[in-house]
């Protein structure tokens, strides 16, 4: 009997997904554990596996799909023994017949009622560009994003990974050639109804770039996160001289095992123990209860292609800061290339938010739903300051707790920010 190949839920969360790109086609044997897809969520590209074995006798939703449902047939695999030619593709609530349909037709003329309906499909991209004779092109996700960036025509490279798979390496090692015509336009397309307000160009010339599922999440929990959640927004001032003498030191006795910490590490560190220190903050709104942690598990933004993500650090306060350092590259690394599986970046108890790098002073930080805080971290920078009631110059951040009002109160969240600015300020019980 033919098999229903269905949309995967790949995380807890998801509802439906972007099907990427097929790495099959009709009329190709898989087996258990074979990759047939590459599905793209609101936060990654993960691969699809097959769990059964047989031939692949209908694709029935094409790659670049949107909104493709979770449960939603995608593909009809003909089991061990039966030909592919003799399936009929499994439809929504049913099964498919042994005969073609054109053998059906042939048949006695079937009764008045009306056949289930047929779910619409979605509308479906152009389908990727094939390699010779209707191939199609077998790429990593990561390589067809450098591809795109770098103008480089996958048709004209050559694989290097498993089956002839497209690579980053081989994309990186290619010459950029002409992109293909993109969808964007330099002028908006007519259209029968008027386009609203927002959408209109008024004469000035623009691109219009489809938004990627990712960018939809982010517009859509923020925009929540601002109309549901009320925040509140307490600021201090921190002295970083002793931190930074502290890092130097510590990097200076890890350099031979290779891990050079980032001042953000320690402030990973610095976070997850002011949690543990005020409990009353470590918590989360959930309509008629409040969640309370036993551990700080910290969710630290981390800027990609394609909008935000957030993996998460568990246990933070428990471990030593070398193994957060170790730990934030490989999260970091894996999250850039859209290879983080979703136990790492769904959940955490609290998030840390840092722009210091881009020079950025001091900025409030939309909490990210269902957490109740997140820590934004501006530049240190040298500043006039107060030290032994004399006026001295001294290397100044500006960090910016933002607390939902449901769960955590103004005094409670003054007291994390205090916590916060004693352990930075005085950094030796990070490494204690």
């Known amino acids: 009997m033919p098999i229903a190949i269905k949309m995967p839920a790949l995380s807890p969360t998801m509802e439906e997904g972007t099907l990427a790109n097929w790495l099959v086609k009709v009329g190709d044997k898989v087996s258990a554990g074979d990759i047939m897809a590459e599905i793209e969520t609101d936060k990654a590209t993960m691969e699809f596996e097959a ?120 994309v990186e090692a290619a010459e950029a050639a002409p992109a293909p015509a993109s969808e964007k336009t330099s002028a908006p397309a007519p259209t029968a109804a008027p386009a609203p307000v927002e959408a209109q160009d008024f004469g000035i010339p623009h691109e219009a770039e489809k938004l990627s599922g990712m960018r939809k999440t982010i517009a859509r929990r923020l925009t929540e996160s601002k109309q549901q959640v009320p925040h509140i927004y307490l600021t201090v001032d921190i002295r970083l001289d002793a931190l930074l003498k502290l890092r130097s030191e510590l990097n200076a006795a890890l350099e031979p095992q290779g891990i050079k910490l ?112 997140i820590m934004a971290i501006g530049a240190g920078e040298k500043r006039p300051y107060v030290i032994d009631d004399a006026l001295q110059i001294a290397t100044v951040m500006s960090a910016t707790g933002s607390f939902d009002h449901r769960a955590i109160d103004g005094a409670d969240g003054a007291r994390l920010m205090k916590a916060f600015k004693e352990l930075v300020e005085a950094p030796l019980g990070l490494v204690a």
Not at 89 to 97: D, F, V
Not at 271 to 279: D, E, F, H, M, R
Not at 315 to 326: E, H, L, P, R, W
């Open 262 to 373: 980032s001042v953000n590490d320690l402030l990973i560190k610095a976070l997850a123990k002011s949690l543990i220190a005020v409990p009353e903050c470590n918590v989360q709104f959930a309509g008629d209860k409040l969640l309370k942690f036993s551990r700080a598990d910290i969710s630290v933004a981390v800027s990609i292609d394609n909008g935000l993500i957030t993996p998460i650090v568990e246990d933070a306060g428990a471990k030593a800061v070398s193994s957060i350092s170790t730990e934030m590259k490989d999260l970091a690394g894996r999250a850039r290339e859209g290879k983080l599986a979703p136990e790492e970046y769904q959940g955490g108890t609290a998030s840390l938010s840092n722009m210091g790098m881009f020079g950025i002073k001091q900025f409030e930080a939309v909490i990210n739903p269902p957490q109740a805080m």
């Open 51 to 170: 769990v059964d074995e047989g031939t692949i006798a209908h694709i029935q939703v094409e790659e670049g799909t949107e909104g493709v449902k979770v449960g939603a047939i995608i593909a009809t695999l003909a089991e061990e023994g039966e030909d592919p030619a003799d399936i009929d593709p499994i439809t929504e609530g049913g099964s498919a017949p042994a005969a073609k349909k054109e053998e059906a037709a042939e048949s006695a003329p079937a009764p008045k009622a009306s056949p289930a309906p047929s779910p619409a499909p979605a509308p479906a991209a152009s389908p990727a560009p094939s390699a010779a004779d209707g191939d199609r092109i077998i790429a990593s996700p990561l390589a067809r994003r450098i591809a795109e960036q770098k103008g480089v025509d996958l048709s004209a490279v050559k694989g290097s990974g498993p089956n002839g798979r497209i690579v980053k390496g081989d």
